[in-house]
């Protein structure tokens, strides 16, 4: 489903910073629980996630929806973090600035540029570039929206080959990669099946997959039946090395 006109007039651009333990938020299991987060506030209160970036200790989000729905979406996000971060850390006040339509575009890029390590987005594996580029297929985040505003055009190309890496084919990078392109962390029963077939498509055999999984040959076999639809995604991924690492 794509913006309407009342969307476009209703969005903002929203920012928050970390304090406290900034290490704290760094890992993946804290990141993706941050994204299921902030899209289960967003569709209690009918709130449409346009794009986000979460930086090293810099979150940011495109969002659109009434004002008064966004500020209960952003007060259910802050609440629910700062209670599971145990007092290790806590979030900054929101700044929120109103987005007219002609500077959509560029609040997506602002985003999506969120300070990441020693560098910017090119190297960030959390932001919704990667959804939109279609490399990722992730239940917190729906980039139908995205993808109809910024175009195919907007993409930048990654300069790095996948055949760089030592391990690509090894089934902990394949595991890897699968859990990725899923958005969940490896291991994940729901990335299983693109696993397997990830897998069998670089010629492991049944018992090396098996042994990985901790499940049986039999359960294997039953996971290779049928194509599994995020197959290609999941290759094209070996060109991207922002799923690389995750986590």
């Known amino acids: ?104 575009a560029a609040r997506i890029a602002w985003a999506h540029a969120v300070p990441w390590g020693n560098g910017v987005g090119p190297l960030n594996p959390w932001t919704s570039e990667i959804d939109g580029r279609g490399f990722r297929v992730a239940g917190f985040f729906d980039p139908v929206a995205l993808q109809a505003i910024v175009g195919a055009s907007h993409w930048s190309s990654s300069e790095t080959s996948y055949t760089d890496l030592e391990e690509t084919y090894s089934l902990r990078f394949l595991m890897r990669l699968a859990a990725a392109v899923v958005g969940r962390l490896p291991g994940h029963h729901k990335s299983f099946r693109l696993f397997v077939q990830l897998a069998r498509f670089f010629g492991w055999a049944y018992s090396d997959i098996a042994s990985a999984l901790h499940v049986s040959r039999r359960r294997v076999r039953q996971l290779d039946q049928g194509r599994e639809p995020l197959l290609w995604t999941a290759l094209l991924g070996l060109g991207e090395p922002r799923l690389w690492g995750v986590p």
């Not at 489903?1 to 970390?18: D, I, K, P, S």
């Not at 941050?34 to 209690?44: E, F, P």
């Not at 495109?62 to 971060?85: A, H, M, Y």
């Open 1 to 104: 489903m794509l913006l309407t006109a009342l969307e476009v007039r209703m969005m903002e651009a929203v920012q928050c910073v970390v304090l406290g333990d900034r290490d704290a938020v760094r890992g993946p299991i804290v990141r993706y629980e941050l994204l299921n987060r902030m899209w289960r506030n967003t569709q209690k209160q009918g709130v449409r996630i346009i794009a986000f970036g979460l930086g090293t200790d810099d979150f940011r989000w495109i969002l659109s929806g009434d004002p008064e729905n966004i500020t209960e979406v952003l007060r259910g996000f802050k609440v629910g973090t700062c209670r599971r971060s145990q007092g290790r850390f806590r979030l900054s006040a929101w700044e929120r600035t109103p987005v007219v339509a002609e500077h959509v």
